[in-house]
Nanobody, 114 residues
Framework: QVQLVESGGGLVQPGGSLRLSCAAS????????MGWYRQAPGKERELVAA???????YYADSVKGRFTVSRDNVKNTLYLQMNSLKSEDTAVYYC????????WGQGTQITVSS
């Protein structure tokens, strides 16, 4: 069945870095654009970065220049390299397909705090 499993979250100090991974299964990963989303407490889930099947990328203004999305179509894995983290990046991070969404995974918590 379709499954999205996020990992790599944790507690990090402001200015630090983390790399998130999303292992995808149950669909033809290489054929779809994928995105990283986040949801902070009391806020709506938002798209922060996306990558097309061909490798074109999109970033929300709030993360542009700090986050890098990439994919490995052999390993069916989506990545998010997060640098220069700020307190406002604190949220649960999820991956999902762009367009027609799949069932959400459990997400991975990122907490940026000193």
């Amino acid at each position: 069945q379709v499954q999205l499993v996020e990992s790599g979250g944790g507690l990090v100090q402001p200015g630090g870095s983390l790399r998130l991974s999303c292992a995808a299964s149950g669909f033809t990963f290489r054929s779809y654009a994928m995105g990283w989303y986040r949801q902070a407490p009391g806020k709506e889930r938002e798209l922060v970065a996306a990558i097309s099947s061909g490798g074109s990328t999109y970033y929300a203004d709030s993360v542009k220049g700090r986050f890098t999305v990439s994919r490995d179509n052999v390993k069916n894995t989506l990545y998010l390299q997060m640098n220069s983290l700020k307190s406002e990046d604190t949220a649960v991070y999820y991956c999902n397909r762009r367009g027609i969404l799949l069932p959400w995974g459990q997400g991975t918590q990122i907490t940026v705090s000193s």
